[in-house]
């Protein structure tokens, strides 16, 4: 366990359907980052949150919308997505002026889009 | 940020020391170089961080050039466990309450083999 959570660890969802990915941390930092991970390649990095506001949307489609309701939660709202969105979501945060050293990444979320 | 570049792939025995290398000869003077794993299907775990200094801790250590180009995540004595993804990273600290942001390449995936 590293302090950060995210559930559910796996999810199947069709084209249609909304779903939901929830992270959690009690570890006092105050940004909050959504990545992104395709088979065999690199960390995307789609959204960041710093004291509960959004300050990068790293040109994420619409179909993910991102909400961060106090500096420990982080969800990514699912709707409509296609196949090509299946792949690992990370979740990560971080303490402002610790540096990249204080970033803390949760085990992510396996979604597969049918 | 700095770009880096690291070899794709590398094999290592157990028990014997891992030197992974990473190239960041654009690397400017507040530029930090910072290691992280990504073992199989999780979130990247940080290993090590520095300046200019070679760095040790219970992990791994740090060899960095003089000339600050390149350095060498050195894993001591590999165990199984220690195959994964690393990731050479180089950006700046973080100061106040900004939070800094990881950018990921494709890293280099070390396998160690009985």
């Known amino acids: 366990e590293t302090g950060v959570t995210q559930t559910p660890r796996h999810l199947v969802m069709g084209m249609t359907n909304k779903k939901s990915l929830k992270c959690e941390q009690h570890l006092g930092h105050n940004a909050m980052y959504w990545y992104k991970q395709s088979a065999k390649k690199p960390l995307e990095l789609m959204f960041v949150?710093?004291?509960?506001?959004?300050?990068e949307n790293n040109s994420v489609p619409s179909r993910f919308s991102p909400e961060c309701p106090n500096s420990s939660h982080l969800f990514l709202h699912l709707h409509t997505l296609q196949p090509e969105d299946s792949a690992l979501y990370l979740c990560?945060?971080?303490?402002?002026?610790?540096?990249?050293?204080?970033?803390?990444f949760g085990s992510g979320t396996r979604l597969t889009v049918v | 940020d700095a770009k880096t570049t690291q070899p794709t792939s590398m094999d290592c025995a157990e028990g014997r020391a891992a030197n992974l290398p990473c190239n960041h000869s654009t690397i400017s003077g507040n530029e930090y170089v910072y290691w992280y794993r990504q073992i199989h299907s999780q979130g990247p775990q940080y290993i090590i961080h520095?300046?200019?200094n070679n760095e040790t801790n219970e992990m791994a250590s740090l060899i960095i050039t003089e000339d600050r180009k390149s350095s060498t995540l050195i894993l001591p004595h590999a165990t199984l466990r220690d195959t994964a993804v690393y990731y050479c990273i180089v950006r700046v600290e973080a100061g106040g309450t900004s939070y800094g942001k990881l950018t990921f390449g494709q890293g280099t995936i070390l396998t160690v083999h009985p």
């Open positions: 520095g300046l200019k």
């Open positions: 949150y710093n004291f509960k506001e959004q300050t």
């Open positions: 990560a945060s971080s303490q402002g002026g610790q540096g990249a050293y204080g970033y803390t």
